[in-house]
């Protein structure tokens, strides 16, 4: 553990480099700093905060520039924001206002949160399976064709077609319906089929055929994979100087199970710098949390470099996800 004068150094060094994206001399991090000593006492205790892994020094003669060990001292011992007035305003207003289905809100709130950030943002949609059915309809199209419409209680619309194998009278795909209410309404998406319509040993009769098809056809909407919005791809040149990283980032974006490993399912905020990313050996901090949907969950998150400014990120994330997860339950 640093002592009271370390910390308040590196804390001013980390402060000084989010701000600047430079390395910082010790006049500069004394000048941040609550410390009344020399500048010659600041360049000693920077060279103890080198030997012990907690900042870097890129060049002999430049200053120096937090480590991951320095951000993660800092992130757990030192950060503190207080969002602006105006800022907290538009998180609130946005969720009192917005009337959207859910994926339509969640894209909107992945805009939302790279705007307030100004950070690349993320939102993962809940898990379908676990999400229950609020209402559910069979709609006739043709003989053979019908689209099965099921809205789930986070507000989520699926709509699926379904081919049948027989035909089917429009009264017989109104008794299909009600009997599709009778096993599915207020159960988990993902629910075990039914029991078969005809006894064991006996061919289903063309109904229960149909009914089978139309119950797999649920079934596999249950399964998909959560979707993932992602939003603010066009900062990454602003935030890392370095091409090879935008490059890496960008690719890292463009893989949905990439994006879900980087989000962490935990609840509360979860923060995640350098190499305690799994598989990922760069300059990259990623800020999640999770939001409730019903008896689901999503994931939300910001990402950047180590240096982002990690009290805002924090603030908005809570802030938001707070918000969406009261949106949904409305």
């Known amino acids: 553990?640093?002592?009271?004068?370390?910390?308040?150094?590196?804390?001013?060094?980390?402060?000084?480099?989010?701000?600047?994206?430079?390395?910082?001399?010790?006049?500069?991090?004394?000048?941040?700093?609550d410390l009344e000593v020399s500048p010659a006492t600041v360049r000693k205790e920077l060279a103890l905060l080198?030997?012990?892994?907690?900042?870097?020094?890129?060049?002999?003669?430049?200053?120096?520039?937090?480590?991951?060990?320095?951000?993660?001292?800092?992130?757990?011992?030192?950060?503190?924001?207080?969002l602006r007035r105006a800022v907290r305003s538009r998180i609130s207003s946005f969720f009192s206002e917005v009337e959207l289905e859910l994926d339509r809100l969640l894209h909107a709130t992945s805009r939302l949160l790279s705007d307030v950030t100004r950070l690349p943002a993320v939102v993962v949609g809940p898990h379908l399976a676990a999400e229950r059915i609020?209402?559910?309809?069979?709609?006739?199209?043709?003989?053979?064709?019908?689209?099965?419409?099921?809205?789930?209680?986070?507000?989520?619309?699926?709509?699926?077609?379904?081919?049948?194998?027989?035909?089917?009278?429009?009264?017989?795909?109104?008794?299909?319906?009600?009997?599709?209410?009778?096993?599915?309404?207020g159960a988990p998406l993902g629910l075990p089929a039914p029991p078969a319509l005809s006894p064991p040993g006996v061919p289903p009769t063309p109904f229960g055929s149909c009914f089978q098809e139309v119950w797999a056809t649920l079934e596999r909407a249950a399964v998909r994979v959560s979707d993932v919005y992602v939003m603010g791809t066009g900062r990454l040149a602003d935030l890392w100087d370095d091409l090879d990283a935008v490059s890496q980032?960008?690719?890292?974006?463009?893989?949905?199970?990439?994006?879900?490993?980087?989000?962490?399912?935990?609840?509360?905020?979860?923060?995640?710098?350098?190499?305690?990313?799994?598989?990922?050996?760069?300059?990259?901090?990623?800020?999640?949390?999770?939001?409730l949907a019903g008896n689901s969950s999503g994931r939300i998150g910001v990402l950047g470099p180590m240096r982002m400014n990690?009290?805002?990120?924090?603030?908005?994330?809570?802030?938001?996800?707070?918000?969406?997860?009261?949106?949904?339950?409305?």
Do not use: K, W
């Open 134 to 185: 609020r209402s559910i309809n069979l709609v006739s199209l043709q003989l053979r064709l019908a689209l099965l419409v099921v809205v789930t209680e986070s507000a989520r619309v699926l709509q699926e077609i379904c081919r049948l194998p027989a035909p089917l009278t429009g009264e017989e795909v109104s008794e299909m319906e009600t009997l599709l209410r009778s096993h599915a309404l």
């Open 50 to 82: 080198e030997e012990d892994g907690y900042a870097a020094q890129p060049h002999t003669s430049a200053g120096r520039v937090p480590t991951a060990l320095g951000y993660r001292f800092y992130v757990d011992n030192q950060v503190a924001f207080q």
């Open 249 to 291: 980032v960008l690719g890292v974006l463009e893989r949905e199970a990439a994006v879900l490993d980087l989000l962490a399912s935990d609840p509360g905020i979860n923060i995640r710098i350098g190499e305690e990313i799994p598989d990922l050996e760069m300059d990259l901090a990623v800020v999640s949390t999770s939001f």
């Open 310 to 330: 990690y009290g805002r990120a924090i603030s908005v994330v809570q802030r938001v996800s707070a918000g969406l997860a009261d949106r949904i339950g409305v």
């Open 1 to 33: 553990m640093l002592d009271d004068r370390r910390s308040e150094i590196l804390r001013s060094l980390v402060e000084c480099h989010i701000r600047t994206g430079a390395p910082a001399s010790s006049t500069m991090v004394l000048e941040n700093s």
